[in-house]
């Protein structure tokens, strides 16, 4: 991971913590930011050295998780906010993209989401993100465009 990657996620983080205070109080806000980390470390350790693939799994399953556990208002401004902090608009273009698929997964599967503790939960739901990744389902930039899937092939943005 590069320096210009944490120091994205880390000045993100009291916007995000911030964000979902207002809408959801302290407590909710503590449990964002330990989903954030969990989806990091879960996207790091199923990905290997896929940076793209990576990032659209952490997105999707951060955002599916949220939703999931705190309802789609919540996970939308958190994840809104973060985007915020974004020094890439293509990228940010994707994140929002990813972000949408995991709020519509997370409020469809809300019920066999939260069967699972947050780390059980998030663990599987990469697994759904890699398999939607892998079916051109999920976004990222290559070539300085937003490409659907993992061969950067196909729909196309700008």
Same mark, same amino acid.
């Given at each position: 991971?590069?320096?210009?990657? =944490?120091?994205?996620?880390?000045?993100? =983080?009291?916007?995000?913590?911030?964000?979902?205070?207002?809408?959801?109080?302290?407590?909710?806000?503590?449990?964002?930011?330990?989903?954030?980390?969990?989806?990091?470390?879960?996207?790091?350790?199923?990905?290997?050295?896929?940076?793209?693939?990576?990032?659209? =799994?952490?997105?999707?399953?951060?955002?599916?998780?949220?939703?999931?556990?705190?309802?789609?208002?919540?996970?939308?401004? =958190?994840?809104? +906010?973060?985007?915020?902090?974004?020094?890439?608009?293509?990228?940010?273009?994707?994140?929002?993209?990813?972000?949408?698929?995991?709020?519509?997964?997370?409020?469809?599967?809300?019920? +066999?989401?939260?069967?699972?503790?947050?780390?059980?939960?998030?663990?599987?739901?990469?697994?759904?993100?890699?398999?939607?990744?892998?079916?051109?389902?999920?976004?990222?930039?290559?070539?300085?465009?937003?490409?659907?899937?993992?061969?950067?092939?196909?729909?196309?943005?700008?």
């Amino acid at each position: 991971m590069s320096l210009r990657v =944490v120091w994205t996620v880390l000045g993100g =983080v009291p916007g995000t913590y911030r964000a979902a205070r207002e809408v959801a109080g302290r407590r909710v806000a503590v449990g964002v930011l330990a989903a954030s980390g969990w989806s990091l470390l879960v996207a790091l350790v199923n990905t290997g050295a896929r940076p793209r693939l990576r990032n659209a =799994v952490r997105h999707f399953t951060w955002s599916a998780w949220l939703a999931a556990r705190y309802g789609e208002a919540v996970a939308r401004a =958190v994840t809104e +906010e973060h985007e915020l902090h974004s020094l890439d608009l293509r990228d940010s273009e994707a994140d929002d993209r990813n972000n949408r698929a995991g709020r519509r997964y997370g409020t469809v599967h809300r019920d +066999e989401i939260l069967q699972r503790r947050a780390p059980s939960a998030i663990w599987r739901l990469a697994g759904v993100g890699r398999r939607r990744w892998y079916s051109g389902r999920l976004w990222s930039v290559r070539d300085g465009a937003v490409v659907a899937g993992s061969r950067g092939t196909g729909r196309r943005t700008r």
